[in-house]
């Protein structure tokens, strides 16, 4: 059975995916928490982990009576400009969580295949990079950074010919 983050994650994206106002929804966490029986905080932490800028989303809460937090899917043209996005967000080193995010991100931007999806997540783990941090995370990001690099060229290469 899936966890608790991975069912809100889930219902999130279905109501993103069912939403009259093409990619915007606006919940309120009390509401949300009601549902899934489970604390305000589970849903911060969702939003927070699962629904980022890396993930490609961006995140507003309103405060105060009848507050609420509004969810956009960022949509981009083209695949190359996804890749570029994503390799500017990877820096000197990023951890196995932030560049699951990355990985997941392109897996739904049908950018990866979901083998590829789970190859690269598979040799990003960090039981896979035999190196103590920071070095691992540095490691994890040089790699990260270099399959990206050759999916733009090839996607570059697609696009002009």
């Known amino acids: 059975m899936s966890s608790l983050s991975d069912r809100i994650e889930y219902y999130l994206k279905n109501l993103l995916t069912e939403a009259e106002t093409q990619n915007i929804i606006k919940i309120q966490r009390n509401k949300v928490a009601e549902k899934f029986n489970c604390v305000p905080s589970q ?15 961006v995140v507003e809460s309103q405060r105060g009576g ?3 937090v509004k969810i956009i899917k960022i949509d981009h043209d083209s695949k190359l400009e996804i890749l570029k996005l ?37 040799i990003l783990h960090r039981q896979n990079l035999n190196v103590n941090l ?13 399959v990206l690099q050759v999916l733009a060229k090839a996607e570059k290469t697609n696009q002009e010919g």
């Open 43 to 57: 849903i911060n932490y969702v939003l927070k982990t699962r629904f980022n800028m890396s993930s490609g989303y």
């Open 134 to 146: 920071p070095d691992r995370d540095i490691l994890r990001a040089n790699m990260l950074s270099s």
């Open 66 to 68: 009848g507050g609420y």
């Open 86 to 122: 994503m390799l500017n967000k990877i820096g000197n080193g990023i951890s196995q969580q932030n560049a699951n995010n990355i990985i997941q991100r392109l897996y739904e931007e049908e950018v990866l295949t979901k083998r590829e999806k789970e190859l690269l997540k598979t």
